[in-house]
């Protein structure tokens, strides 16, 4: 199984600064035929389900802010909130789907300093 | 707007069977792959299994392998999960999501549902 790694587990921004969640896969998780990064990114609130921000690595969900970036490639990846709003404190996972089962990292908590 | 709506859930002993459905609407709930995705309590995600558009293909997590069934009635737009022998370690929150992509496994859900809870214990 490929195995996610997070970190770091929880982070404390101020609003207006920015936040960086890191992803760091076992194996590689782009697939070389199509050149994509099968890495996805959620935002889980409190006591809702998960939310899809981020697919293919760096392409946003329709709909969601561009504050919210994907960024890197093969093992090692990042989440960036560029200016962080209120809203914006949740739970953050990554997730491969390069192959089953798919797996999830640990979570980030993401708090307001 | 797409709507995934999991049923139930609720107290089961360890070694008993439960049965959980998504009731699925807004969307052409044939075109899509659908995935179980589970919770524990105060955890993180764990994928389930999965099942193909059409039906022909199932997947599953090692943890359940064996013991959960995923399938699906297109003609009554529903997502089922027979879970047997369940586990103390089953708890959690059931998540039914939708696959992005139309006619294919896609591996990211674009869609959940708000879930529901299975407590196994005695």
């Known amino acids: 199984d490929i195995v996610m790694t997070q970190s770091p587990d929880s982070l404390t921004v101020s609003l207006g600064e920015r936040a960086t969640i890191n992803c760091k896969s076992s194996?590689?998780?782009?697939?070389?035929?199509?050149?994509?990064?099968?890495l996805g990114w959620y935002q889980q609130k409190a006591g809702q389900p998960p939310k899809l921000l981020i697919y293919?690595?760096?392409t946003r969900e329709s709909g969601v802010p561009d504050r919210f970036s994907g960024s890197g490639s093969g093992t090692d990846f990042t989440l960036t909130i560029s200016s962080l709003q209120a809203e914006d404190v949740a739970v953050y996972y990554c997730?491969?789907?390069?192959?089953?089962?798919?797996?999830f990292g640990q979570g980030t908590k993401l708090e307001i300093k | 707007q797409v709507q995934l709506v999991e049923s139930g859930g609720g107290v089961v002993q360890p070694g008993r069977s439960l049965r959980l459905s998504c009731a699925a609407s807004r969307f052409t709930f044939s075109s899509f792959a659908v995935h179980w995705v589970r919770q524990a309590p105060g955890e993180g995600l764990e994928w389930v299994a999965l099942i193909s558009y059409d039906g022909d293909n199932e997947y599953y997590a090692d943890s359940v392998k064996g013991r959960f069934t995923i399938s699906r009635d297109n003609s009554k737009n529903t997502l089922y999960l027979q879970m047997n022998s369940l586990r103390t370690e089953d708890t959690a929150v059931y998540y039914c999501?939708?696959?992005?992509?139309?006619?294919?496994?896609?591996?990211?859900?674009?869609?959940w549902g708000q879930g529901t809870l299975v407590t196994v214990s005695s």
């Open positions: 999501a939708r696959g992005r992509n139309k006619y294919e496994i896609s591996g990211y859900f674009d869609h």
């Open positions: 293919w690595a760096s």
């Open positions: 997730q491969q789907y390069y192959t089953t089962p798919y797996t």
């Open positions: 194996q590689s998780v782009l697939y070389s035929s199509n050149n994509k990064n099968y």
